[in-house]
């Protein structure tokens, strides 16, 4: 019993070295970073770097798209088209939700319903867009998926407009508002009318769409 | 009179523009460090930004950690605590390889609007991520100054996590120079935002601090 007790003392004591030993790594509090060195004249060197460093600045800002542009907040469920940093619409959107759904008759094969990151550009806009079902949209609601092509298309389920931005995605209206905010999309980005008019009046074909 | 309002305004409106075209405002352009390392940061950040995708940086100076596409700044998350393991290792793009899995939520067929979807809440607050470079950032979560049962938790982590280094660095006997690592202590909202903004691949870069 006094030997479990000594060994139960040890490791404790020996938890708490550790603990509270000093960490090799140093840690940096952001409050503790505002210092900069005395100001030091390097001649003809220094010059020549804060000359690259303005040269690769300005290749960088020249960079950044010149026209509105598309952000895409898919955590917070927002669209914002901004031009030259200023926000020009801000909306609340739905964007995917994440969610999976097998494939039939393919064990390993499925859907994964996100909306996709990274820059696309608007390839499309579209007036009174009709929705061709997939068939990720039959087999969700446990129907079979149709073989006459025309069985697929809904009418005025996406709202007056559509921006076709690749590989079947598409900012689209809704007629589930009340969802707006919230991640329930299959990876499209569904807006309010008002919204979405906003955003097609102005995006052209070629508008950048970025999306994180 | 009039004149020196339009020359007032047009000097203003000039030397705003000059600092937006500086890629880092808060930069000691004395230092020769810190010239250097913002120019090295931003030969990386150019090659990134030339292509359609979003990237991380992050920057040591500023503390905060940016989400980019284009140059352009998508999100930016503030860091309130960092530690790193070697500077040196530190440099050039990282490709991140393995981050935090998610449990997605299958859909069950038929069940319509039943199914959860996932939402930022579901993210992870307290996680490892590893890129192609060997590097590994841990992202630890900031405790809520009024919530002590989540500091004491916290706390627990930051020491098993110690415990863990100090073992392994007891068994090679010196500090590992093979891997770097860095630990970001960030808010447990930018911890769950950066987690959901990740993808598999995405470019990492770091800004480091050149007074350290």
């Known amino acids: 019993m006094g030997r479990v007790l000594l060994a139960c ?9 550790i603990a509270t030993a000093p960490d090799t790594r ?42 509105p542009y598309i952000l895409v907040d898919t955590a917070r469920n927002r669209l914002y088209v901004k031009h030259q940093g200023e926000v020009v619409l801000d909306a ?44 990720w949209a039959f087999i969700e609601e446990g129907l079979g998926v149709p073989k006459n092509a025309a069985e ?49 009046t102005l995006a052209r074909v070629g508008t950048p769409i970025m999306i994180f | 009179m ?18 937006d075209l500086e890629a880092f405002p808060n930069l000691n352009l004395n230092d020769h460090r810190s010239v250097q390392e ?27 950690i940016h989400i980019k596409g284009r140059g352009v700044e998508l999100h930016h998350m503030p860091i309130a605590q960092w530690s790193v393991g070697s500077w040196e290792k530190l440099t050039g793009i990282h490709r991140l390889v393995a981050r935090p899995q998610v449990v997605r939520r299958k859909i069950e067929p038929g069940k319509g609007d039943e199914q959860e979807p996932i939402s930022l809440a579901d993210m992870p607050t307290d996680y490892d991520l590893s890129f192609s470079s060997g590097l590994t950032i841990n992202v630890a979560p900031l405790a809520a100054k009024d ?23 007891i068994g090679t006997d010196q500090p590992s120079t093979s891997a770097a690592s860095l630990e970001v202590t960030v808010s447990v909202d930018h911890a769950q935002s950066l987690a959901w903004s990740l993808v598999d691949g995405m470019a990492v870069l770091i800004r480091r601090a050149a007074d350290q």
């Open chain 1, 9 to 17: 003392a040890a490791v404790t004591f020996l938890l708490v070295l």
């Open chain 1, 26 to 67: 140093p840690v940096i509090s952001a409050s503790s970073q505002v210092v900069h060195r005395p100001v030091v004249q390097d001649g003809p060197g220094l010059r020549a770097l804060q000359a690259r460093y303005k040269t690769l600045s300005k290749q960088l800002f020249q960079l950044k798209p010149s026209q």
């Open chain 1, 92 to 135: 609340i959107a739905s964007t995917g939700s994440g969610t999976i759904l097998d494939k039939p008759g393919d064990d390993s094969s499925q859907w994964i319903f996100d909306t996709p990151r990274g820059e696309f550009l608007v390839q499309s806009k579209l007036t009174k867009p009709t929705w061709i079902k997939p068939d």
């Open chain 1, 152 to 200: 697929r298309a809904e009418q005025g389920v996406l709202g007056d407009y559509a921006l076709g931005f690749g590989k079947g995605y598409f900012i689209h209206g809704t007629l589930y508002t009340r969802l707006l905010g919230k991640n329930v999309t299959h990876g499209c980005i569904r807006l309010n009318d008002t919204d979405l008019k906003g955003v097609y």
């Open chain 2, 2 to 19: 009039n004149f020196c309002a339009i020359l007032l305004l047009f000097a203003l409106t000039t030397l705003s523009w000059g600092k």
């Open chain 2, 38 to 64: 913002a120019t090295r940061v931003l030969e990386e950040e150019l090659k990134l930004a030339a292509r359609p995708h979003t990237y991380v940086l992050i920057d040591l100076v500023g503390n905060t």
């Open chain 2, 147 to 169: 919530n002590l049962v989540q500091a004491i938790t916290f706390m627990g982590k930051s020491w098993w996590r110690r415990v863990k280094n100090w073992t392994s660095m």
